[in-house]
């Protein structure tokens, strides 16, 4: 853990905000292509995979984080 990693991440969320995916907004990370997979849920399809083949159980939906 770094120090003041809470305050960062207050302030990354606070710029970037969440779309209603539970995504970022602009997230700064992503590449081009990743944005590009994000945005067609292809970095999902690994999952996808993992349950279909009955490695992974579907639970939940992934819980968002509350606003304010």
């Not at 207050?10 to 970022?24: E, P, R, W």
């Not at 349950?51 to 939940?60: C, E, F, T, Y």
């Amino acid at each position: 853990m770094y120090p003041f990693s809470e305050f960062l991440q207050k302030q990354i969320f606070d710029a970037n905000g969440l779309v209603g995916t539970g995504k970022f907004k602009n997230d700064f990370r992503l590449t081009e292509y990743g944005k590009f997979l994000r945005k067609h849920w292809i970095d999902e399809l690994p999952q996808i995979y993992d349950w279909l083949h009955g490695d992974i159980k579907l639970v939940a939906c992934e819980r968002r984080a509350p606003t304010s």
